[in-house]
T-cell receptor, first 114, second 114 residues
Framework: AQSVTQLDSQVPVFEEAPVELRCNYS??????LFWYVQYPNQGLQLLLK??????LVKGINGFEAEFNKSQTSFHLRKPSVHISDTAEYFC????????????FGRGTSLIVHP | DTAVSQTPKYLVTQMGNDKSIKCEQN?????MYWYKQDSKKFLKIMFS???????INETVPNRFSPKSPDKAHLNLHINSLELGDSAVYFC?????????????FGPGTRLTVT
């Protein structure tokens, strides 16, 4: 079984400030890790993913995430946010074998204020 | 040139009715999914098909029946609609069922049951 915990349901931040959205996971097997973004009234789209190799992963729109195996975390960061980054962000895991069932966190609403 | 499309975008219906949502992907992917997103944005997988074969069937009432006529299409039929079925339903696809492939999501169908 696997689970994903997004520790903050809402993160308010001012424009041009840095932001970190936290994600922790639990799994009995090795997993692949993903971050998706959902803009209002749209479907989800991939921001970035970690499969293997370097633990720092860069994605679209200036986002990056760091995989920490010992802490079972995959936190998402951006050094300077824009108003247009206001959206819902989802962390997800998929097992590297077995059923491949995707498991999503409950989402973090990033609200960027001018 | 929409990669994953869903119809209709909005669906308003009364309790007890039967309705269908259609999904099509033009990405040449082998695997398709249905998700339900509730009012708190929680995203839960319902079904997944790989090459027209059902591979994931989570604990969903049997009033929900997916159908995949070919690997580019995955439709969702819902019988005897209930108030609790109100949600946004997302279709998604991935290259195949293996965990390292990201999912591509459709724009969603907002179902309102009155």
């Amino acid at each position: 079984a696997q689970s994903v915990t997004q520790l903050d349901s809402q993160v308010p931040v001012f424009e041009e400030a840095p932001v970190e959205l936290r994600c922790n996971y639990s799994s009995s097997v090795s997993v692949y890790l993903f971050w998706y973004v959902q803009y209002p009234n749209q479907g989800l789209q991939l921001l970035l993913k970690y499969l293997s190799g370097s633990t720092l992963v860069k994605g679209i729109n200036g986002f990056e995430a760091e995989f920490n195996k010992s802490q079972t975390s995959f936190h998402l960061r951006k050094p300077s946010v824009h108003i247009s980054d206001t959206a819902e962000y989802f962390c997800a895991v998929r097992s590297q074998g077995g059923s491949y069932i995707p498991t999503f966190g409950r989402g973090t609403s990033l609200i960027v204020h001018p | 040139d929409t990669a994953v499309s869903q119809t209709p975008k909005y669906l308003v219906t009364q309790m007890g009715n039967d309705k269908s949502i259609k999904c099509e992907q033009n990405l040449g992917h082998d695997t398709m999914y249905w998700y339900k997103q509730d009012s708190k944005k929680f995203l839960k997988i319902m079904f997944s098909y790989n090459n027209k074969e059902l591979i994931i069937n989570e604990t969903v009432p049997n009033r929900f029946s997916p159908k995949s006529p070919d690997k580019a299409h995955l439709n969702l039929h819902i019988n005897s609609l209930e108030l609790g079925d109100s949600a946004v339903y997302f279709c998604a696809s991935s290259q195949d069922l293996r965990g390292h492939y990201e999912q591509y999501f459709g724009p969603g169908t907002r179902l309102t049951v009155t």
